[in-house]
């Protein structure tokens, strides 16, 4: 097991959409900049930030697979979980 930490780019900007494409520019950096540890990393968010980081729309409960290649500043959609 991991450690949780609070990602503030995760809030949902559904009631703030004017902070939406600030915040999507910040999950967007931390997601291609920061360092990771090798294997998985699971972040819950909002359908706004998914949508906006991935252009796929989930419903309730479903997750977004995404690979980060830090290398090529690439964030590639890889599939959806559906629960």
């Known amino acids: 097991m991991g ?16 902070r939406g494409e600030k915040q999507t520019n910040q999950l967007r950096k931390f997601l291609l900049e ?4 090798d294997g998985v990393i ?5 359908q706004v930030n998914i949508t906006a980081i ?12 995404l690979h980060i ?3 090529k ?5 890889l599939g ?3 629960p």
């Open 3 to 18: 450690n949780e930490e609070i990602t503030p780019p995760l809030n949902s900007f559904f009631s703030n959409p004017s």
């Open 34 to 37: 920061e360092t990771h540890q």
């Open 42 to 46: 699971v972040m819950v968010s909002h």
């Open 54 to 65: 991935s252009d796929i729309f989930p419903r309730s409960g479903e997750g977004v697979v």
């Open 69 to 71: 290649e830090q290398n």
């Open 73 to 77: 500043n690439k964030i590639e959609v």
């Open 80 to 82: 959806i979980i559906f």
